[in-house]
């Protein structure tokens, strides 16, 4: 259990950190805003290439790997829709929700598999990351379309969002390059590698930024629902799909992490562009965060006793 801390404790400091720097303007809110834009669209798809290119990928068997991601998504939306039979949560509340429950933090997901797996574990949460970043998108479009009926929410929308996306294109690109044994010019790997070491603690300072405490305090029922069911209902179902599957104990670990991670500052986003209950998405994004700490320990402690 002790390395679990060790490994966690960071990781929500910089968090920690993030949201200090919010409290007191440092340096301001646009420079964060950059930033963030920084990390997306530079720092983070570096760190996918040059993980990915460079990884060891030989004699990994990753199908039923990915599978068990997949399936665990499925099955945590519908646990989700047939808890909605009961509580009869509409409209946009609803997108709120779901969003809560199947988008994941991609920056403290990446950063928690480094800390604790390494090369491979991230090799292999980037390979995760590359099939369901789009199920998710298309989840989360298809329930903005038929629970909020707003127009924006387009089929031709969903597929520009999923093909521009710049964690899918690094990817690709940088699982083309191991497929093909591509080798990457020096000067080229070395500034990769230089961006790569920037990414983590950027996206984990973001993150903490992003944070909205006062949001808490409007607390419907709606936020402890998204919550138990992403942070202990998901790992748990994900953990038995991996077991179904036989996964070894690296495979189980990552997915099952993929799980408990609370939702993404960027379903807030797409709740203000397509509608959503914003004020319930700040609130779920917020606890999730804080809240996943002790979660994240609990069901770790669990899989590697």
Known sequence: MEHIFTALIPIFLLILIGYYFKRIKFPSNDFWASADKLTYFVLMPSLLIYKLSTANLENIEAFDFVLTGILGIFAILIITLLINFKTKTTGAPFSSVVQGTVRFNTYVFLA?????????????????????????????????????????????????SIVTNPLIVACVIGGSINYIDFTIPVIALNVLKILSASALPMGLLSVGFSLDLKSIKEAKSELVISSILKLLIKPICMYGIGIYFGLDTLFLSIVVVFAAMPTAPSAFVLARQLGGDIKLMASIITLQTIVSIFTISLILGFIVS
């Open 112 to 160: 928690l598999i480094a800390s604790m797996f390494g090369d491979e574990g991230i090799a292999l949460a980037a390979l995760l990351i590359t099939f369901a970043i789009p199920l998710i998108n298309v989840i989360c479009i298809t329930i903005f379309a038929i629970y909020v009926n707003d127009q924006k929410a387009t089929f031709s929308g969903m597929i520009k």
